[in-house]
């Protein structure tokens, strides 16, 4: 018996020495410690032993034992130190390498204008109103003082969907659902994109930006509408360009007014860009029409207001010098990247 744990000790040894994975440490260790394994064996026949042998062959058992967890401690050790060092020069990394240099991205031309106006009017305690781009008739033109057969309407052709439905051609229905949703005092801009059945060409396309603005409280008065676009416009094109207003017409406010500011290409004095005026319209404005108030509910006597909407491409166009209204869709690079 002695000699047979002797055996095994040997085996033992030298097998563990030359193993070289966890695997087959693992395998081993059941070998000779496991349920079945040879020195597990021997421990369970010591009954079988003669009494006076059994002191004996159980201790060196049990030492041989305590040599091969020992060895088999020692080289799982040692091959989980040879794994980790493998697997550290397999992830190497050679700081020599030339990088791969990621763009910062950046905001479209037309993002950077709706957030300068945004910016401007909600330090004005304006808010933001949105409306839905699928409208109803009711809200892009009746509520707005446009009947049916005006002759208004045929400047904003449209896209006509299902019933009474169209796709807005202007942000001014915001208008009309926030008199209607909202009590006076009323300070609200609604950006957002409208529709409109245009031909493409360098300053028309079918869908493009605006932003609406709708002021309503009491004694609201021309002077109000005048000093907020003033304000905006310098805010928008630099202190120095001078701002006008010239009477137009649109059902929904009366008086109406265009706003323009003089021309920064040729300083006022008639150039291609203006078309030889000098100025450059930006935007449509004037006081809400008592119509429009009376029709969502607003007692025109005791409140009154002032609206105002423009396009956000041509602000874009007009600010940032750009000549066809298509680039600002054709996502060129080259041409983003000035931004
Ligand atoms: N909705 C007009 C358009 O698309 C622009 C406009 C003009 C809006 C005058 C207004 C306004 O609120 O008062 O042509």
Known sequence: MEDKLREIEQQATSAIEKVDSLEQLEDLRVSYLGKKGAVTEILRGMGDLAPEMRPIVGKLANQVKGKIVNLIIEQEERLKEVAKNKQLAAETIDVTLPGQKQGVARKHPLTLVFDEIKEIFLGLGFQIAEGPEVEADYYNFEALNFPANHPARDMQDTFYIEGDRLLRTHTSSVQVRTIEDQEPPIRIIAPGRVY????????????????????????????????????????????????????????????????????????????????????????????????????SGVDSKEYSGFAFGMGVERIAMLKYGIDDIRLLYDNDLRFLKQF
């Open 196 to 295: 409109r059945s245009d031909e493409i060409d360098a300053t028309h396309t079918p869908v493009f930006h605006q932003v609406e603005g709708l002021m309503i409280d009491r004694d609201i008065s021309f002077a109000h509408l005048k000093e907020t676009l003033i304000r905006l416009s310098k805010e928008l094109f630099g202190a120095d360009r001078e701002v006008r207003f010239r009477p137009s017409y649109f059902p929904f406010t009366e008086p109406s007014a265009e706003v323009d500011i003089s021309c920064a290409k040729c300083d006022g004095g008639g150039c291609k860009l203006c078309s030889g005026t000098g100025w450059l319209e930006i935007l449509g404005s004037g006081l809400v029409h008592p119509n429009v108030l009376e029709m």
